[in-house]
């Protein structure tokens, strides 16, 4: 109602002035600057969100009100031109995985921490910026206190001078950023090189680790490390304003789920209330069994489509974005089909909005899984593999894989439509190389700061391109017949094999995991797969008999009606043999 409106305002308002947010300007004062040209800069407006909150039961409890200002309009030069002054890192998926598998190694505690109201706790710095606060605001401040009537404008509007960042300024995510940077490093964390917005700290009880976006923070370290850390937080910016969820089994973060399982010394991350949420309302056949998120008849080239064009686009596009967001965190097992889907957002046939709504029953009925990191050995492994010529256009199509032990759920899936079109399947499959190579030295440099007495050089890279992998071990003076004609950009990964940095190995295609991403995969391959993927268990072992796949038990059973064994290969969950 009016009254509860009024009273978030209200509490939003009071909330910005007691810490000294701005300083008010009277109208007086407004003018005479003016006039003496000291003020020549604009006076940004402002806005309120306003939301209504609710409990756990779905009770509404009040109307949250936000002062937003709109940061849009800011013309000056400073904050336009200079990024650093406008721009705010934020952790990456991959170094948050890098994490939690050390956390289950390890056996460290997790807790998660938010600074309420953070952008207010930031100092504007020397520029003057203005704010005007509306006509309603102005009314409903000096209902509850009529003192304010002196700032108030000839229009009925206050205007304030900022001492501290407000919501929507363009700095505030970088002034946000400085500050809990300061208050994480000056408490003896460090930041990593490859990746700012993850912090370490070594010391002879241990290593401890921070996580953090924008206000949000995850901490994986000992109870001592993260009471220590949590009194620091407490003094930089006060008990009220700090949030933490320290001790039990569950925490949340970034959307996801942290189940943590000491004993066994395994984190499960999911996002199951994310896929409720995203299935809610749809009418969709929810009982109906789906193995895969795809038909058999699913690729990447749609030259054959003849279902005409859907009419549901706008519905396509919204469920395609909010697919996305799952796929790249904890649900790989759908990334391809998203990816593919993705790039049809312009002009989307009646069959692939019928592959996403089959995508979204899948989901729904697997809404519990998620990536489970465990203690296994520690061994940099990478997967690769690419599609040539898949799409209509003639580009291809690439999967990328990349794990720190034989159990464990990958901490990077990459499937991503190649930018340029490729002669050649070992050019496609070169192409590929380069990106993962971009990708291990990346987490190889974080690695090398978060366990610094960990050797994890050299790091396997498995493909099954036989020519692709002797392609790239050549010197680039090598080249003959038609790789002379390649991007010679592209044998840039001798370098790092000849470092040492990298091995190149071949796998098969029958068990090579990142087919998984290029390709749609169906049957128990994609059970396997899948299961390899997000670490989780696989009790079903797979035979391929001449070059088809089968169960153990239906192996021997054909064995035994005469098959020829010409060719058999056993696929683990952890390697081939």
């Not at 706790?121 to 605001?137: C, F, M, N, Q, W």
Request: hydrophobic letters at 40%.
């Amino acid at each position: 109602g009016i009254q509860e409106t009024k009273k978030g305002i209200l509490e939003e308002i009071l909330q910005l002035i007691e810490p000294k947010t701005w300083s008010f300007i009277t109208s007086a004062e407004w003018d005479a600057q003016r006039k003496s040209g000291h003020i020549g800069k604009q006076v940004l407006p402002s806005t309120l969100v306003l939301k209504a909150k609710y409990d756990s039961e779905n009770i509404f409890i009040k109307v949250k009100a936000r002062l937003v200002v709109l940061g849009n309009l800011q013309k000056y030069f400073h904050d336009i031109i200079n990024k650093s002054t406008v721009e705010s890192p934020t952790v990456a998926m991959s170094s948050v995985f890098v994490v939690i598998s050390i956390a289950a190694k390890q056996n460290l505690e997790l807790a998660t921490f938010d600074i309420k109201g953070a952008f207010l706790h930031a100092p504007i710095g020397d520029e003057e910026i203005y704010v005007r606060l509306s006509k309603e605001v102005a009314r409903i401040l000096l209902e509850e206190d009529k003192t304010y009537e002196d700032f108030l404008q000839e229009d009925g509007t206050f205007i304030v001078k900022l001492n501290k960042c407000l919501y929507g300024l363009k700095k505030s995510s970088r002034a946000w950023y400085n500050l809990i940077h300061k208050v994480i490093t000056d408490m003896g964390f460090i930041a990593v090189s490859n990746d700012t917005c993850l912090f370490v700290r070594h010391t002879e009880l241990g290593s401890s680790f921070i996580l953090l976006y924008v206000d949000d923070m995850m901490v994986a370290a000992t109870k001592e490390v993260i009471a220590e850390f949590h009194e620091g937080l407490n003094k930089s910016f006060g008990v009220e304003n700090v949030t933490a969820h320290i001790g039990g089994s569950n925490h949340s973060f970034l959307g996801m789920k942290f189940e943590t399982d000491q004993h066994n010394k395994n984190i499960k991350v999911t996002q199951r209330l994310y896929i409720e949420n995203m299935c809610d309302g749809e009418d969709l056949d929810f009982d109906k069994v789906t193995n895969t998120p795809h038909p058999v008849s699913f690729q990447q080239d749609r030259s054959k489509d003849a279902s005409g064009v859907s009419t549901e686009t706008t519905y396509f596009r919204r469920k395609v974005m909010q697919a996305m967001y799952l796929a790249v965190r904890t649900r790989p097992d759908v990334l391809l089909d998203i990816v593919v889907l993705a790039s049809r957002l312009e002009n989307p046939s009646i069959e692939d909005v019928n592959i996403l709504k089959r995508v979204l029953v899948y989901l729904y009925q697997t809404k519990d899984d998620g990536m489970i990191f465990k203690d296994g050995d520690w061994e940099f492994l990478a997967y690769i593999d690419a599609s040539f010529n898949c799409y209509e256009n003639g580009r291809g199509h690439s999967g990328i894989l990349m794990f720190l032990d034989k159990v464990s759920a990958a901490i990077l899936a990459k499937s991503l439509k190649q930018k340029t079109v490729s002669t050649s399947s070992t050019q496609s499959e070169l192409i590929c190389l380069n990106e993962a190579v971009l990708h291990i030295m990346w987490l190889e440099g974080i690695l090398s700061e978060l366990l610094p007495g960990i050797k994890i050089r050299p790091i396997k890279v498995f493909n099954d391109n036989t020519s692709m992998i002797s392609l790239a071990k050549q010197p680039i003076v090598n080249r003959q017949g038609r790789s002379k004609f390649m991007n010679r950009a592209l044998f840039k990964v001798n370098e790092n094999i000849e470092a040492g940095d990298i091995v190149l190995l071949y796998e098969d295609t029958d068990t090579l995991v990142a087919d998984f991403l290029t390709k749609a995969v169906h049957g128990r391959r994609f059970k396997t797969f899948r299961a390899r993927i997000m670490g989780m268990d696989n009790k079903e072992h797979i035979l391929f008999l001449n070059g088809d796949e089968h169960t153990v038990a239906e192996t021997i059973q054909k064995l035994r009606a005469g098959a020829s064994l010409q060719k058999i290969k056993i696929f683990w969950l952890e390697a081939t043999y």
